[in-house]
């Protein structure tokens, strides 16, 4: 397989020559005189969630000595995972600075697959190549060394460069109870072995745990949503779900008393002449359990159901509610049981507003508490 014989970087950032098959002649549909090519130019780059991706640019013929390129289409993209053309024979161009101009277009949209600079840096580190997934490079394998438990690998997706060590989140969930799952952050090294192969290795022990008491005011829930709207990837998507799953979040609504007890109470104001001040302090029973009815929020034909990190969130909004604190597992729970169909939830819906829609909810409900607990 010629992409492992040359590795990632062969293909990063760089023009390539890639003979046709079956998959790439299906994605270059409409491209213009793909019947009469016999090759592909494409463009490498990473998708750090897809792995290692090829733009396609244009078809072309090559003969082994001279190539000729067609034209290409700017308004129709197509692209190849590396998985789907690994036994293609493919020729590297290099970094052309006539193909870059004259596909200036499409290179630019790849923007959007740009990765932090620690994550970039990442991927130069050839001493890591022995590790990586062959069609993810940023996927490590990384093995877990912890006493009283046997060597164990699993993939860890890496995100950002600590002191003398890497970041990343757990991918696979390993079969030990190395106090690790997957969806994880933890540190792992890199050390030379004696046949100068390299191993990646951690102890499994979890960065992103907090405590009960970490989450009580809200702050760190509201933390992480502003981290997400300023960067917005997975890493910080999944570090913002992991606290909403294991907070406690406060839910308006209103108090419903049976007729009953509605009337008791309406012959307390009607006996205190409408001053309220008289009855301050008054204990009042009712003969029926009351029901509290979350509100729900609309948004043109769409329904949401509305939580907040703290009571003071809920702002003015609040004072015409009662304000119930629920563990979020609790109010997702009531949320999808509501009589009204709902889009999802909608956090701090007057401030930092963050909608979890059906499928986030779903994903939250996956995932394992990181709230560390005392002996």
């Not at 870059?100 to 697959?113: D, P």
């Not at 359990?289 to 509305?306: A, K």
Request: include cysteine; charge should be negative.
């Amino acid at each position: 397989m010629k992409y492992i014989e040359t590795g990632f970087r062969s293909l990063y950032k760089r023009f390539a020559v890639f003979e046709l098959n079956e998959n790439i002649m299906k994605c270059l549909e409409g491209f213009p005189r793909k019947d009469e090519a016999n090759c592909v130019i494409v463009y490498g780059y990473i998708d750090h969630e897809a792995g290692m991706t090829l733009e396609l640019l244009c078809t072309g013929t090559h003969n082994g000595k001279e190539l000729e390129m067609f034209d290409g289409d700017d308004e129709r993209r197509a692209v190849a995972r590396i998985e789907g053309v690994k036994d293609l024979e493919f020729t590297v161009l290099g970094d052309d600075e006539w193909l870059t101009q004259k596909h200036s277009k499409k290179i630019e949209m790849l923007s959007g697959y740009s990765v932090n600079e620690e994550i970039e840096t990442s991927r130069s580190f050839t001493f890591l190549d022995g590790c990586r997934h062959e069609f993810f490079p940023d996927d490590i394998m990384v093995v877990i060394l912890k006493d009283d438990f046997e060597p164990e690998g699993c993939w860890v997706n890496i995100f950002g460069l600590g002191e003398r060590c890497f970041i990343g989140r757990v991918l696979s969930e390993p079969n030990q109870d190395f106090g690790c799952h997957i969806g994880d952050e933890i540190k792992f090294y890199a050390q030379k072995q004696d046949d100068d192969s390299v191993m990646c290795f951690s102890d499994g022990t979890p960065l992103n745990r907090c405590s009960a008491e970490d989450l009580e005011d809200g702050q760190m829930l509201r933390d992480a949503v502003a981290k997400f709207k300023e960067e917005q990837n997975e890493i910080n998507l999944y570090r913002l779900l992991n606290l909403l799953r294991d907070s406690y979040v406060w839910v308006p609504c209103t108090a419903v008393m049976d007729e009953q007890d509605e009337a008791k109470l309406q012959k307390m104001f009607e006996d205190a002449g409408g001053d309220t001040d008289k009855i301050i302090g008054e204990t009042f029973t009712t003969s029926e359990s009351v029901r509290l009815i979350p509100d729900i929020l609309q948004n043109g034909n769409e329904f949401f159901f509305p939580i907040f990190s703290s009571a003071e969130e809920m702002g003015e909004y609040g004072e015409h509610f009662s304000k119930v604190q629920k563990h979020m597992l609790e109010a997702m729970a009531l949320a999808q049981n509501n009589e009204k169909k709902v889009s999802g939830m909608v956090l701090d819906a007057f401030s930092g507003q963050f909608v979890i829609n059906t499928d986030l909810i779903k994903l939250i409900w996956e995932m394992q508490s990181k709230v560390e607990h005392g002996d």
